[in-house]
């Protein structure tokens, strides 16, 4: 786009090199507070808390990562969130697009107006107003604190984001695909399972890395939802908050350790989080 | 013609929808039932009509909280919008290394808010916060007890705006750089025969061009601020003296500490109120701008 050719000369070099200079000093500033950590979690443990704290560490050491380990069984932890965050996206995507292909064949109509908007207002509650309800529907339901528990109430959570998104993305997809395919003999759900869903897969692989990342990343529900033995990551990290617990050494690793593969996926699938972004945006 | 009969739109609606009525509009139905009652520690509940929305709208703390969310949305996003934009612009230039580090500087978008919060509550911390630190070595403080970032009731918010500004800065950039993408070439074609200099390509090109996501980007975001909760969980609680505390969290608060679970539904429902109205309203607003 800014590819040069608008005001060149020695302005045009000042602004290029303003540019890389203000993309490399926010980059640097952005980066900062993560490395930071990254670089805390590699020092001995009573220099975390030093009161006089440093940037780099002056021995590098996995003695946090140890002390980690010993401290509380974040494996079991890492399990339950890995569990929770997949499967939880995949029935989200699979009821999600299934919803979804529904609505964008019957837009126009009344029902699916209504139905969008009540999506949208789903989607707009704040989380810590329903999480209370939720907890009581789920003790009465008997789940507390059970695995599958929130595998369920993230898909439920999670599927007017995800419906939000893939109506755009199936409204895209022209009616003639459906046509000739009914044509052919194809029942609806064949039809959606051949022809809709694959042309659609960059989308719905989109939506499913941001809902992946919403339900890992949640807290809240975790927190009320779980106490022992479905236990995610977030609440194990949010422990160590208690005012006493100085011992940040193990948080600074469960931070890096519960944030590194996030991190180092989203440089890999960077394309589709754009496009995500982007139908997102330009959605209405 | 539409393949789909009646029956099979009931068949992929439904799972979904069940999902989402137990969990999530059952929830809302028991909650905004609940603001009309009253429960006392027993456990026993008596009717009492709208009394406690009167109790939120004479609370000090309601209003504090309103005001506190308020003030985090618009600062918070304000600049967030800013630094997104000039951030997209500055990504929008092809120059080596402009993919590095658009990647690099998209690193805050996947933490997990939670962690965000404490991370900057480790940094902000003025025992072992590297922010002082380097404040002090910069000669802006005189010592590293001089701001308490988190314990001052005066700073206490700002605290968790820079943590919210770190956490989705990245976000609105990617929002604003795939529409300045989005602009065709042609534009700036005439813009380059025209002799336009850099600025007035931006403001006069880009920015109007990308109203519509910009717009779209601000009410998404404007939302999610509003609802916030992990980051100023994560960092202060709410305190000191309620100076940090959202509604997301006096709700919270109202239903965990202090069981009041009649005085919190009510508060709750009047926040979704708020929030379902500036949703309604900026849809109209942008429905308007796209039929221009």
Redesign the interface.
Known sequence: MFSGEIGEGWHGKLWNAAVIVIGTLFTAIFLFPYVYILLSSLKPSDEVISTTPTFWPSDFTLENFKNMFNSMPIGDYFVNSLWAAILSTIICVILGSMASFAISRTMGSKFSYIFLVCVLCLKMLPLTSVAVPVYKIVQQLGLYDMKITLIVVYSAINLPFVLWMMVSFFQAVPKDLDEAACVDGATPFQTFRKIILPVCAPGIISTGIFTLLLAWNDFLFALLLTSTNAKTVPVAISEFLTAYNLDLGPMTSAAVLFSLPVIIISFFVQRYLVSATMAGSVKE | ?????RR??LY??L???V??I???????L??IF?SFFQTSDTGARSFIGFGNYLQAFTSGVFWKSTGNTLIYVIVAVGIELV?GL??A???????KG?SV?R?????????????AG??????LSN????VN?LLEKLGIIASTDSILWLSDERVALISCIIADI?LT???MM??L???????S?SL?EA??IEG???MQ?IFKIVIPVIK??II??LV?RV?DA??S??II??MTQGGPNFSSEL???H??EM??RYGD?GY?SAV??L??II??SI?MLS?KK??NV?QK
């Open positions: 013609m539409n393949i789909l009969k099979d739109i992929f609606l799972p979904s929808a999902f989402m137990a969990f999530l509009f059952f929830p809302l028991m909650l609940d630094l000039t951030l612009i500055v990504f929008s230039h092809k120059f402009v580090l990647t690099l500087a998209l690193t805050p978008l996947m933490i997990a808010p939670l962690v404490l991370i900057w509550k480790f940094m025992q072992f916060g590297i630190v770190w800065t990245p976000f990617l929002m750089l795939a529409g300045i993408q989005g602009i070439d700036f813009a380059r336009a200099t850099r390509v519509p996501v779209s980007a998404i939302i509003a609802r909760f992990d969980w994560a509604l997301s969290v709700i919270y239903l965990q679970v919190a709750a429902v926040f979704i929030l379902i949703t849809m942008v429905w796209e």
